[in-house]
């Protein structure tokens, strides 16, 4: 655990074959992009929100933006590439919490309960809707290390 620090990566888009724009769209007045990375970052873990550059993703970092919360743009059809871009800046035993913004239900309290574990269960991988956990849908993020 040491100095290790934590970074919550929030993956988001608008592009969805199912529901277009899906991210952007409000729940009680919030679009859900907005809403996921407060409630990720609601006891202090920074978050970031990893996006694709282009056009059809400009109205999302427009949102984001607006509601001050931090944006990487990278690839498009490379989800990994813009991962290891949007945490060039850390070190490689730091942990990275991925998320997904059409997601709601992750809140600061659940990361930091699901962090604890992860430690505990000396894990170098973990994701929370293995068998293991019995949590419902909804409630999904993975922890690992850079």
Do not use: W
């Amino acid at each position: 655990m040491g100095n290790s620090k934590i970074q919550i990566i929030l993956q988001a888009r608008s592009l969805s074959y199912r529901l277009m724009t899906k991210s952007l769209l409000p729940v009680a007045n919030i679009p859900l992009a907005v809403l996921c990375a407060k409630r990720l970052g609601n006891t202090g873990y920074p978050v970031i929100v990893a996006i694709p550059k282009g056009k059809i993703d400009d109205e999302l970092n427009s949102t984001l933006k607006k509601n001050k919360i931090k944006i990487f743009r990278g690839s498009h059809t490379n989800v990994l590439d813009r991962y290891i871009k949007a945490s060039s800046e850390m070190n490689d035993d730091d942990l990275i919490i991925r998320a997904t913004a059409d997601n709601p239900f992750p809140d600061g309290k659940f990361i930091k309960e699901m962090v604890k574990l992860f430690h505990k269960l000396k894990r170098q991988y973990m994701c929370t809707h293995e068998k293991f956990f019995n949590l419902p849908i909804g409630l999904s993020i993975q922890i690992f290390r850079l």
